[in-house]
T-cell receptor, first 114, second 113 residues
Framework: NAGVMQNPRHLVRRRGQEARLRCSPM?????VYWYRQLPEEGLKFMVY????????ESGMPKERFSAEFPKEGPSILRIQQVVRGDSAAYFC????????????FGPGTRLTVL | QKEVEQNSGPLSVPEGAIASLNCTYS??????FFWYRQYSGKSPELIMF????GDKEDGRFTAQLNKASQYVSLLIRDSQPSDSATYLC?????????????FGQGTTLQVKP
């Protein structure tokens, strides 16, 4: 009975490289949320996706960040041309529905940009 | 004004005492309220959720909601050293068609043996 899975757990990138973070929701969950936690800061919403649809990307930076949740396979958060300020913990959460939803978090990917 | 506010703490209580964690929110359209526990270096873990005014109890935990005062609290009875963590209050807006959660900064709880 696997929970939310994320990989990699730790990712090191040099400035200018691309980072790809993957998230597989819990079985039976069709809603995926990405959150970012900067050092010494709270969790901030980034994007909400369902299969093949971006529902709400109001928390996504306008440039370099994109997300997808294809029909088959995990959800992917992509960060192009990473900068040091992108260093953070990126958490994925899933829920079975969005009304009165309970979101369950994965272990996170800790991104370090050198 | 922050959308969800929590006292950052640390809140220090002796083992066996009741820990009281508080949270206020600004959007009156908020409908769902969640408490998460986060150990250092780990991911948030859902402890409680509450949708209706009043109290909701689950084991040693009690969540309290007062929508008129825009106030949510979490009580932890018989606090244990293993309860030492950061507790995050999260609010879901009911007026939008998105389930995104707005988190407070978290309150650090220290339970001393």
């Amino acid at each position: 009975n696997a929970g939310v899975m994320q990989n990699p757990r730790h990712l090191v990138r040099r400035r200018g490289q691309e980072a790809r973070l993957r998230c597989s929701p819990m079985k039976g969950h069709s809603h995926v949320y990405w959150y970012r936690q900067l050092p010494e800061e709270g969790l901030k919403f980034m994007v909400y996706l369902q299969k093949e649809n971006i529902i709400d990307e109001s928390g996504m930076p306008k440039e370099r960040f994109s997300a997808e949740f294809p029909k088959e396979g995990p959800s992917i958060l992509r960060i192009q041309q990473v900068v040091r300020g992108d260093s953070a913990a990126y958490f994925c959460a899933s829920s079975p529905e969005f009304i009165y939803n309970e979101q369950f978090f994965g272990p996170g990917t800790r991104l370090t940009v050198l | 004004q922050k959308e969800v506010e929590q006292n950052s703490g640390p809140l220090s209580v002796p083992e066996g005492a009741i820990a009281s964690l508080n949270c206020t929110y600004s959007d009156r359209g908020s409908q769902s309220f969640f408490w998460y526990r986060q150990y250092s270096g780990k991911s948030p873990e859902l402890i409680m959720f509450i949708y209706s005014n009043g109290d909701k109890e689950d084991g040693r935990f009690t969540a309290q909601l007062n929508k008129a005062s825009q106030y949510v609290s979490l009580l932890i009875r018989d606090s244990q050293p293993s309860d030492s963590a950061t507790y995050l209050c999260a609010v879901q807006h009911g007026s939008s068609n998105t389930g995104k959660l707005i988190f407070g900064q978290g309150t650090t709880l220290q339970v001393k043996p």
